[in-house]
Every structure is written in structure tokens, then in C-alpha cells.
């Protein structure tokens, strides 16, 4: 059975940084993309950075470009996600999520993620 488990949200001024972190069970990384989500209030959940996890290959939100950055443990089979120069557009549920393995540059879309953890609150406040 396949689990996602994320941590690390938090409340954080603007211009601070936060960490978040994503454990997978019950899977090979290697046969899979992983990915961050977000959602704020009644908007749609949106793709915040994705890797496929054979490749290394990245996707990023252009919103995100040059403040958010994956980086990944194998041995843990955990996916983080650094956050620097937050802003309180950042403010949402974040999700992490694994879907199949994309034999070819795939962008970041919710709708091909099929595992989805609880989620982590950030909230940046101005």
C-alpha cells in the first residue's frame, strides 16, 4: 500500500523560508514522478514542482522560479521542498503526491498524481 506523509509547514513572515518534507512508501521512486501541490482557498489545487525520479528531470511553477528548489534522499525516500523569499501568495495546503513515471518531459499537473498525502498548512503573513 502506497503512503505519502508530509511535514513541515508552518506560519512564516514574508520573506522567510520553510522546508517541507515527503516520505513514499510502498513504492520504487525510480518507477515514479513526485510532486508538490498547493491549494489556497477557493482556488484549484495547482502543480508548485515536480520531479521524475529516474531522471532527476524538474518541472517548477513559474511563480516558484528561483525561490522554491526540490531536492531529494534516496535512502529516505523523501522529496523536500525548500521555500526561500516566501510571500503571502505562497499561503496554502500543501500536498505531495506520486504518479506513474513519464517516459518524456511531463509538466507538473495534479490530475496525473494518483497518491496523494494529508497535506501541511504554510501560511505567510505580511
Known amino acids: 500500500q502506497v503512503q505519502v506523509v508530509e511535514s513541515g509547514g508552518g506560519l512564516v513572515q514574508a520573506g522567510g523560508s520553510l522546508r517541507l518534507s515527503c516520505t513514499a512508501s510502498?513504492?520504487?521512486?525510480?518507477?515514479?514522478?513526485m510532486g508538490w501541490f498547493r491549494q489556497a482557498p477557493g482556488k484549484e489545487r495547482e502543480g508548485v514542482a515536480c520531479?521524475?525520479?529516474?531522471?532527476?528531470?524538474?518541472d517548477y511553477a513559474d511563480s516558484v522560479k528561483g525561490r522554491f528548489t526540490l531536492s531529494r534522499d534516496n535512502a529516505k525516500n523523501t522529496l523536500y521542498l525548500v521555500m526561500n523569499s516566501l510571500k503571502p501568495e505562497d499561503t496554502g495546503m500543501y500536498y505531495c503526491?506520486?504518479?506513474?513515471?513519464?517516459?518524456?518531459?511531463?509538466?507538473?499537473?495534479?490530475?496525473?498524481?494518483?497518491?496523494w498525502g494529508q497535506g501541511t498548512q504554510v501560511t505567510v503573513s505580511s
Open positions: 503526491a506520486t504518479g506513474p513515471r513519464a517516459l518524456f518531459y511531463r509538466p507538473c499537473l495534479p490530475q496525473e498524481y494518483n497518491n
Open positions: 510502498g513504492l520504487r521512486l525510480d518507477d515514479v514522478r
Open positions: 520531479i521524475n525520479w529516474r531522471s532527476g528531470t524538474t
